[in-house]
């Protein structure tokens, strides 16, 4: 089966950094995509990877390891409105979007 | 660019009735659409992939009578809830994808709140 796992939620504080690992199971990979949803909306896109490597967005960047299955997302300089889910999804060799189940971020001042 | 607009935003309705939800790509012509469903503190859960112009192919568990979908142009997608019960309650998100972009990540439009009664 495909199967994508992020951890449940965590805490960070304002200012600060954190990182939101994601691992993968999928059936191919064409990509790897982060999104951010803050309650109550829908998600916007963040970062897409398809290569090895860091890719880097002004304070939020993504890593992605193809032979590992696993990506993360760092966020730095933590602002109070980064608190939201942050959900990771696999492109798999049908070009399929496979979802995991987001990582909620809360952000303590 | 890459804008997709829902419509309602929000909608109440009563047992038994149909609810109709629109989505709509602005500024580009979107091929194919995703019909999206979200429960509370839940993922997102794929229903069907509207394609223009041909049938929607649905999900493993997704009842195609019950929720419809037309893709009658390349900027609007429609999914009619039919004879809606209370456990439809969701929270319901298109989204396209801009085939001239070369990312072709996904762009969700803001969603609609169904809730009935």
């Known amino acids: 089966g495909q199967n994508i796992d992020q951890p449940t939620e965590m805490t960070a504080t304002e200012g600060a950094i954190v990182q939101i690992n994601c691992t993968y199971q999928?059936?191919?990979?064409?990509?790897l995509f982060w999104y951010q949803q803050h309650a109550g909306e829908a998600p916007t896109f963040l970062s897409y990877?398809?290569l090895d490597g860091l890719e880097e967005k002004g304070r939020f960047s993504s890593f992605l390891s193809r032979s590992k299955g696993y990506s993360y997302l760092l966020l730095k300089e933590l602002q109070m409105k980064d608190s939201a889910s942050y959900l990771c999804?696999?492109?798999?060799?049908?070009?399929?979007?496979?979802w995991g189940a987001g990582t909620k971020l809360i952000i303590k001042p | 660019g890459a804008v997709v607009s829902q419509h309602p935003s929000r909608v109440i309705c009563k047992s038994g009735t149909s609810v109709k939800i629109e989505c709509r790509s602005l500024?580009?012509?979107?091929?194919?659409m995703f019909w999206y469903r979200q429960f509370p503190k839940q993922s997102l859960m794929l229903m069907a992939t509207?394609?223009?112009?041909?049938?929607?192919?649905?999900e493993q568990g997704v009842e195609k009578d019950k929720f419809l979908i037309n893709h009658a142009s390349l900027t609007l997608s429609t999914l009619t809830v039919t004879s809606a019960h209370p456990e439809d309650s969701s929270f319901y998100i298109c989204?396209?994808?801009?085939?001239?972009?070369?990312?072709?990540?996904?762009?969700f439009g803001p969603g609609t709140r169904l809730t009935v009664l």
């Open positions: 989204s396209a994808r801009d085939p001239g972009r070369e990312v072709n990540e996904q762009f």
């Open positions: 999928t059936s191919g990979f064409n990509g």
């Open positions: 999804a696999v492109k798999d060799s049908n070009y399929q979007l496979i």
């Open positions: 500024d580009f012509q979107a091929t194919t």
């Open positions: 509207s394609n223009e112009g041909s049938k929607a192919t649905y």
């Open positions: 990877n398809v």
